[in-house]
Nanobody, 123 residues
Framework: VQLQASGGGLVQAGGSLRLSCAVS????????MAWFRQAPGKEREFVAG????????YYPDSVKGRFTISRDNAKNTVYLQMNSLKPEDTAVYYC?????????????????WGQGTLVTVSS
């Protein structure tokens, strides 16, 4: 299974970015999908998760109301729309896939990871 993340870049505070993660080599509809981020010197942080049929979605308070996760099972792709970006959102963003059937914020519970895409928010 391969995950290919894209869409990162440099944006000013208050701006928006949309990340994409294309999944290949597996059955996308069987995976709970999530986005994590990791800033320099910090632990990997859960950003958003979406259930198998998008019926369940979870965000931590740090991004709730600003970030939106979605999935297109026909395109084997998960998205992260990020609005009202802040400098503290600067990090490498990773998509991840889990076969456990439930959204979890624990990185170790995810079976497959993308390579990461850098998001830099300038003040």
């Amino acid at each position: 299974v391969q995950l290919q993340a894209s869409g990162g870049g440099l944006v000013q505070a208050g701006g928006s970015l949309r990340l994409s993660c294309a999944v290949s080599g597996g059955t996308f509809s069987n995976y709970v999908m999530a986005w994590f981020r990791q800033a320099p010197g910090k632990e990997r942080e859960f950003v958003a998760g979406i259930g198998l049929s998008a019926g369940r979605i979870y965000y931590p308070d740090s991004v709730k109301g600003r970030f939106t996760i979605s999935r297109d099972n026909a395109k084997n792709t998960v998205y992260l729309q990020m609005n009202s970006l802040k400098p503290e959102d600067t990090a490498v963003y990773y998509c991840a896939a889990s076969t456990i059937g439930a959204i979890t914020t624990t990185p170790a519970m995810y079976d497959y990871w993308g390579q990461g895409t850098l998001v830099t928010v300038s003040s």
